[in-house]
């Protein structure tokens, strides 16, 4: 399997750097595996979006995947009672 280019929206960025250190450096390792596997088992599609979900502990990693260019975008990180909600 290729290995897929992972970018971070500034927003999601901000919400990484707001977890504590010891989440913060777990939830960033496995953004970070999402390269060599996007859809690694646990994942969710989320309905009525085309974008997918996995957990890492309390937290939930919101990201979307263009297979074409090879290509995931992590849209939302946040604890698991906030990132669902809009705002």
Do not use: F, W
């Not at 971070?8 to 999402?34: C, F, G, N, W, Y």
């Not at 997918?52 to 260019?69: E, F, K, L, P, T």
């Amino acid at each position: 399997m290729a290995n897929y280019r992972v970018l971070i929206k500034r927003s999601a960025a901000k919400e990484l750097e707001a977890l504590p250190a010891k989440d913060r450096r777990r939830v960033a390792t496995r953004i970070q595996q999402l390269g060599s596997d996007p859809r690694p088992p646990g994942c969710e599609k989320l309905s009525g979006q085309d974008r997918y979900r996995i957990r890492q502990g309390n937290y939930r990693i919101i990201y979307s995947i263009a297979d074409a260019v090879l290509t995931i975008v992590v849209v939302k990180v946040g604890h698991r009672r906030d990132v669902y909600r809009k705002r």
